[in-house]
Nanobody, 118 residues
């Protein structure tokens, strides 16, 4: 079983930066692909960024060049560095972990709110 707890959200002005953190408990963290997703009011949850166990990254086009996903396998942490934030980045951000060695995200955190004012 894996538990994920996000932190680092908040209210910021456009152009600011935030770093989201995701603390994981459970085993085999280093073998699990990790991802960040977000859901804005009235919209479906969307992929923001993913990070494979081998270090490959994938980003939504809307955040490419502004957001960076990373992980620390020793600390069992995942991060999302968000720069040049825009009002359209406002959403609840979720950390997710895949099954060990798998690609489907089966474990989810409770989410952290990010609000960007113009």
């Amino acid at each position: 079983q894996v538990q994920l707890v996000e932190s680092g959200g908040g209210l910021v002005q456009a152009g600011a930066s935030l770093r989201l953190s995701c603390a994981a408990s459970g085993s085999l963290f280093s073998t699990r692909p990790m991802g960040w997703f977000r859901q804005a009011p009235g919209k479906q949850r969307e992929l923001v960024a993913t990070l494979s166990t081998g270090g490959s990254t994938n980003y939504a086009g809307s955040v490419k060049g502004r957001f960076t996903i990373s992980r620390d396998n020793i600390k069992k942490m995942a991060y999302l560095q968000m720069n040049s934030l825009k009002p359209e980045d406002t959403a609840v951000y979720y950390c997710a972990a895949a099954a060990s060695g798998g690609s489907g995200y089966v474990y989810w955190g409770q989410g952290t709110q990010v609000t960007v004012s113009s």
